[in-house]
């Protein structure tokens, strides 16, 4: 019974060992680009990425440049979407104007805000049914906007519901029917699809969105770290090879890990496919 004992002492840390040295694999391409800022996966692993000026460039999923979209209008984007299966959206804060383009960067709507009643749009994201979620900052709203008539269909004020005058919220995204609202000194806040809070996620510091198999995915210390939406555990799953990762995005066979000026693409792990 001792000498069993000690031998499974003894196996403790290779089972640590295991669980830590978990790593994304051989990248496939690394893509460099001048003021990199966000980016997003298309159906087809596709890789859309913007700049700080407004610039969006278009990659194969093997990291070939493709396409390129300047706008006349040089403005940072706040937001970028490519996962909806027909349109890419993008949102800018600063021109207070959202821009909808088809799979080849070609310009199908551009529209401001301030004929809709939205006086300052400070994020914004592409929902079901040709909506966007818009976070009016001026009255602390959360507002559904139909943008082919122009018009908002409701209004939340989140400042009564969520208790707080103060939202720095920096990102919303539409995943399976629920809104998140990324509020990075405070954590993540869930909404269903009429805007009405269903719980608060107590995650502070995440920079980008990732959602995963009913998981939010984002790095912290150089780790690939999971929480999920079911149970609310919070698991370590693997290391960056590389230091300096800011965020990451998962596309159906793809995974991107972003840094200054360069995005490094990975085929996703089998071991991040059966993630539960």
Same mark, same amino acid.
């Given at each position: 019974m001792r000498a069993f004992i000690l031998l499974i002492i003894g196996l403790v840390p290779l089972f640590?060992?295991?669980?830590?040295?978990?790593?994304?694999?051989?990248?496939?391409a690394e893509i460099s680009l001048q003021n990199l800022d966000l980016i997003s996966f298309d159906t087809k692993d596709q890789l859309f990425a913007s700049t700080t000026s407004g610039d /969006?460039?278009? #990659? %194969?999923? *093997?990291?070939?440049?493709?396409?390129?979209?300047?706008p006349a209008r040089q403005g940072r984007l706040n937001q970028l979407e490519a996962a909806?299966?027909?349109? /890419?959206?993008? #949102? %800018?804060? *600063?021109?207070?104007?959202?821009?909808?383009?088809?799979?080849f960067l070609n310009p199908l709507a551009e529209k401001g805000f301030f004929l809709a009643d939205i006086n300052l749009a400070k994020a914004?994201?592409?929902?079901?049914?040709?909506?966007?979620?818009?976070?009016?900052?001026s009255d602390l709203n959360?507002?559904?906007?139909?943008?082919?008539?122009?018009?908002?269909?409701?209004?939340?004020?989140l400042n009564l519901i969520l208790e707080s005058n103060d939202l720095s919220v920096t990102e919303i995204r539409e995943f399976k029917n629920r809104l998140f609202m990324n509020v990075p000194e405070t954590g993540v806040f869930i909404f269903d699809n009429q805007g009405n809070l269903m719980r608060k996620i107590q995650i502070k510091g995440i920079n980008k969105l990732c959602y995963y198999n009913e998981h939010l995915l984002w790095i912290a210390d150089n780790k690939l770290v999971a929480i999920s939406l079911t149970s609310n555990e919070t698991k370590t799953l693997a290391e960056l090879e590389s230091p300096g990762g800011i965020y990451l995005q998962i596309g159906q066979e793809r995974l991107a890990v972003v840094f200054k000026d360069k995005v490094i693409l990975y085929a996703t792990p089998d071991w991040l496919k059966v993630l539960k």
């Open positions: 640590a060992s295991a669980q830590t040295d978990v790593k994304l694999g051989i990248p496939l /969006i460039y278009l #990659f %194969s999923a *093997d990291g070939k440049q493709l396409n390129l979209f300047s909806w299966t027909v349109n /890419i959206f993008s #949102f %800018s804060s *600063d021109l207070q104007e959202y821009r909808i383009l088809d799979r914004a994201t592409l929902g079901n049914n040709n909506m966007v979620w818009v976070w009016d900052e959360l507002k559904l906007l139909d943008f082919r008539r122009n018009q908002i269909i409701q209004s939340q004020p």
